[in-house]
């Protein structure tokens, strides 16, 4: 059933068989849904509220966006979703299971407060969680002087202190990367991050500085941003910026033995897009990932409409064989 079969808005949402669902309404969930509202299909987009950059005031990279918020970009997007029909729940999803229904549901949606929505396709962008070094003072700084991208954070901090925490493998190259932008660059050894002879020596060369005390706190400012570190040693080192390796988390729980479209698995009808299945994807690439798989979730419902078209139009056996006798 087509836009032009059926109204564009639902009443209930859960009587209707939506084209697509949507799960997060960050940059790549609303990317996706505004693809495909202006393709003129019904789109509900589910939401808890909780957005991955909720911690940081600007946004930085973004074109056309540089500087603003990350909620009024939500918001921005929300309002062109809806002006283009596609309709917002409130609501986390606990699960999503895929079916083969004779009315075209695909996949069904279960929230957490006990409802259950249907559609053709649904599209997962609930994005990821953080978890940083368990160290005092960190977690109550991310994004006030606390980052993880040097390229979404580094410039605004450039030719000042900055200090990169050693959490993971590669620490010592963000320190490279971030030498971009500050002469004034240490690499704090922190915890069980080990720094080979080569490593240390390629770092020395390009004038970034080690400390080996370990780091004991992340210090605040009166304005509530980082003001630097007290080291183990007892010493205090004045930072503007410090930039680390977080675990990243994808909030995907929901989708355990559920097959997701790809390669192994070209029939599913769930897409994953953002953060929750590259966390490398920053806004800009979220939402050109959304706008992708808006597409490409529109070609696969086209296509599912086609099939079921030409085969209600199949002439049966009897008819097929009489037309290829008249014609021979």
């Known amino acids: ?12 949402t859960e009587a ?14 609303l990317s996706t849904a505004l693809t495909l509202t202006r393709g003129r299909r019904r789109v509900l987009v589910i939401d808890h509220g909780v957005p991955r950059n909720r911690f940081t005031d600007h946004m930085h990279g973004v074109l056309g966006h540089e500087g603003l918020a990350p909620g009024e970009l939500r918001r921005i997007g929300r309002a062109e ?8 729940e409130d609501a986390q999803v606990a699960a999503v299971d895929s079916v083969t229904d004779g009315d075209g549901t695909r996949v069904r949606i279960a929230t957490t407060d006990g409802r259950t929505f249907r ?18 003072g960190l977690r109550a700084l991310w994004g006030r002087g606390v980052y993880a991208c040097p390229f979404c954070d580094g410039y605004e901090h ?6 990169v925490l050693a959490n993971g493998d590669h620490s010592d190259m963000k320190a490279h990367l971030l030498r971009q932008w500050s002469a004034d660059l240490v690499l704090l050894v922190n915890g069980a991050f080990a720094l080979g002879e080569a490593e240390a020596r390629a770092l020395t060369a390009r004038g970034i500085r080690i400390e080996r005390s370990g780091v ?15 080291l183990a040693n007892g010493t205090e080192l004045a930072l503007e910026a410090i930039f680390t390796n977080p675990a990243f988390v994808p909030l995907t729980d929901f989708l355990e033995g559920v097959e997701v479209r790809g390669t192994e698995h070209p029939d599913a009808r769930v897409w994953v897009v953002g953060n929750a299945g590259d966390p490398r994807a920053n806004v800009p690439v979220s939402i050109g ?8 979730v529109a070609f696969a419902l086209l296509m599912d409409e086609i099939a079921a078209a030409t085969a209600d139009s199949e002439p049966s056996v009897v008819e097929s064989a009489v037309s290829a006798e008249a014609a021979a």
Request: charged share 25%; aromatic share 2%; proline share 6%.
């Open 158 to 163: 450039r030719d000042r202190p900055m200090a």
């Open 1 to 12: 059933m087509t836009h032009q079969d059926a109204p564009l808005r639902a009443a209930d």
């Open 119 to 136: 559609a053709r396709a649904v599209v997962v962008a609930t994005g990821l969680r953080d978890e940083l070094p368990n160290l005092p």
């Open 16 to 29: 209707q068989l939506w084209d697509a669902v949507v799960i997060g309404a960050g940059p790549a969930g």
């Open 81 to 88: 979703v809806e002006a283009h029909e596609g309709v917002f």
């Open 289 to 296: 990932q959304g706008a992708t798989a808006g597409g490409d």
């Open 216 to 230: 004991d706190e992340v210090l605040a400012g009166d304005d509530n941003r980082v003001r630097g570190v007290r």
